[in-house]
């Protein structure tokens, strides 16, 4: 299978708070881990990878946290902002055909309010 | 880091015409590119790979007839909707990656498609 499941649909915290937003996935043959944020109108916008030999991975204040054995990734942002506002979709890649290709969740929306 | 640029953002046609995208790789050379259509608040589905200098491979669903693609350099890759109706609108991203290595897939901007 190919699928990457993403939850939740939708998620409202406040601003400072820590939204988690969590992907699972089925097929142990994908091997590269990448959140996009996106805002409405705009194409993706990478925001943190990981590969399935790492467990959490920081940048700023995005973490992703992975659990190879129970085949879910999680994304954390911490002191969320107003600004953080926006569709969030987990993503995995898998080599199919005759090259790699991500295939993605069904995405947050996530609402930070002031 | 790696810029891909997405043209016309906004493009309006009438039903039965013609409508061609272009996405450039503004600082890298892009082996492979990939066109994604998304639609409203729905995630975004692969539609065809393309290696630079051979034919696209088009997802299963996809026509290749209606959505022709060209990625004739490493750098520009242009996907044209044949005899576009209504139902072809639509949200289309495409998305560039630097050799065949399985990381840094750069997305353009999109390009929202209204057929009328």
């Known amino acids: 299978q190919q699928q990457v499941k993403q939850s939740p649909q939708s998620l409202i915290v406040q601003k400072g708070g820590i939204p988690i937003i969590n992907c699972a996935y089925e097929n142990t043959a994908f091997d590269y881990f990448p959140w996009y944020q996106q805002f409405p109108g705009k194409g993706p916008a990478l925001l943190i990878a990981?590969?399935?030999?790492?467990s959490e991975k920081k940048e700023g204040r995005f973490t992703i946290s992975f659990n190879k054995s129970a085949k879910q990734f999680s994304l954390h942002i911490m002191d969320s902002q107003p600004g953080d506002s926006a569709t969030y979709f987990c993503?995995?890649?898998?080599?199919?055909?005759?090259?790699?290709?991500?295939?993605f969740g069904k995405g947050t929306l996530l609402t930070v309010n002031p | 880091g790696a810029v891909v640029s997405q043209h016309p953002s906004r493009v309006i046609c009438k039903s039965g015409t013609s409508v061609k995208i272009e996405c450039r790789s503004l600082?890298?050379?892009?082996?492979?590119m990939f066109w994604y259509r998304q639609f409203p608040k729905k995630s975004l589905m692969l539609m065809a790979t393309?290696?630079?200098?051979?034919?696209?491979?088009?997802e299963q669903g996809v026509e290749k007839d209606k959505f022709l693609i060209n990625h004739a350099s490493l750098t520009l890759s242009t996907l044209t909707v044949t005899s576009a109706h209504p139902e072809d609108s639509s949200f289309y991203i495409c998305?560039?990656?630097?050799?065949?290595?399985?990381?840094?897939?750069?997305f353009g901007s999109g390009t929202r498609l209204t057929v009328v």
């Open positions: 600082d890298f050379q892009a082996t492979t």
């Open positions: 990981i590969r399935p030999d790492v």
């Open positions: 393309s290696n630079e200098g051979s034919k696209a491979t088009y």
């Open positions: 993503a995995a890649s898998i080599y199919g055909g005759s090259n790699y290709k991500l295939t």
């Open positions: 998305s560039a990656r630097e050799g065949l290595l399985n990381y840094g897939y750069t």
